[in-house]
């Protein structure tokens, strides 16, 4: 690989501050098309750009394979700029499939671990058109007792008698219960103010659990839920189960009641991004101080490897508040140091060594 000397930038003036500050002081809609693309692609050379930090570190990544080819060691280090991604864990187990929705025909229901109290938070989205006996997510001991959840007409929380609440229209509804309030489709349509609570018995889904014995089963469609930290996917594995999938406590949920739930269609997995380049720096990029000492120290390393000449620049100490005559100078003693290299190259040719052997 080679490098481009004449890219290194060396000759910007106070007249490129200027021009860049006349521009950010005009209004955008008074930019021209040119202004844009310059600015965009960081060229203005009023500023200091991802682009600059770019064009130097390849030279400087250059020149150190240089001088390592010539043993010499430069106490180089690469500026990590974004670092490796984590490997995410999988969502499901190897051989589930994730379903856009599960929909039961009125025998189905799941059982969950969860007794909720006044502080369980819970979200909820489905669908129903049953009018009566329509248990979504809820237990309690009896119609006014320690009672948490949503039906798909009524929802209760705590010691209370059940809220009438009109959701088995057949549409999505998201129901979510958050210190001690209940907002359907984001409107508060209960809130609870009484004593401490915690249910007798589990929470159900697709049906009620009434002091631990199931009933007001519903046919109903679910496409998501959450309760506390804990997301239950609707999946089927590789033998056929059909069910929810917790992730934070790496269970499955199966039909606890009769027949088979019907299955949406497959949720394909969302692509992963990909990764950005750990040694790149790209325009959203906020350089860290961290990394701006790094970058700094890798001119000075280089520099350091031979005695420049007098008129050579000084490394600047500092990317804090760095002026046009400071950024050329970083550039400015990277080709000097090349310009040394290049005479470190020409001297073998006076050096016999070419020509080692001929008489």
């Known amino acids: 690989m080679s490098f481009d000397f004449s890219t290194l930038i060396t000759d910007r003036a106070q007249s490129d501050v200027s021009s860049l500050s006349a521009l950010m002081a005009k209004k955008l809609d008074e930019w021209t098309p040119e202004e844009f693309e310059q600015f965009n692609n960081g060229r203005p050379k009023g500023g200091y750009w991802w682009t600059d930090l770019n064009r130097v570190t390849a030279c400087m990544e250059y020149i150190n394979r240089e001088l ?38 009125g025998n189905q229901y799941i059982l969950t671990d969860t007794i909720p109290n006044e502080k369980t938070k819970m979200r909820v989205v489905f669908s129903t058109s049953q009018s009566n006996a329509c248990g979504v997510a809820v237990c309690d001991y009896n119609w006014k007792n320690r009672g948490f959840g949503i039906w798909g007409n009524a929802a209760v929380i705590g010691n209370q008698t059940p809220q009438s609440i009109n959701l088995n229209d057949g549409l999505d509804h998201t129901c979510v219960f958050e210190n001690s309030v209940l907002k359907v489709d984001g409107e508060v349509k209960l809130t609870y103010s009484g004593e401490s609570f915690t249910t007798p018995c589990p929470l159900s889904i697709f049906a009620l659990n009434r002091n631990g014995r199931i009933q007001e089963k519903t046919a109903m ?68 101080l961290s990394q701006m000492e790094q970058y700094l120290s890798n001119v000075d390393a280089l520099r350091s490897v031979f005695e420049l000449p007098d008129y050579a620049p000084q490394t600047p100490k500092s990317m804090a508040l760095l002026t046009f005559a400071k950024a050329n100078d970083i550039e400015i003693v990277l080709k000097e140091v090349e310009n040394v290299i290049i005479l470190i190259i020409s001297s073998f040719w006076y050096s016999g060594e070419l020509y080692s052997g001929e008489g």
């Open 68 to 105: 390592q080819d010539f043993g010499y060691k430069t106490g180089y280090k690469p500026v990590v700029v974004h670092d490796s991604p984590e490997t995410e864990e999988q969502l499901l187990p190897d051989g589930y499939t994730r379903l856009e929705w599960i929909k039961s025909d």
């Open 221 to 288: 469609t679910l496409r998501e839920l959450s309760i506390d930290d804990f997301n239950f996917y609707p999946c089927k594995n590789q033998s056929g189960d059909v069910g929810l999938y917790c992730p934070e406590n790496k269970k499955s949920y199966w039909n606890a009641g009769s027949g088979a739930f019907t299955v949406g269609p497959e949720m394909a997995p969302e692509p992963e991004p990909e990764p950005l380049d750990p040694y790149t720096w790209y325009k959203e990029d906020s350089p860290k």
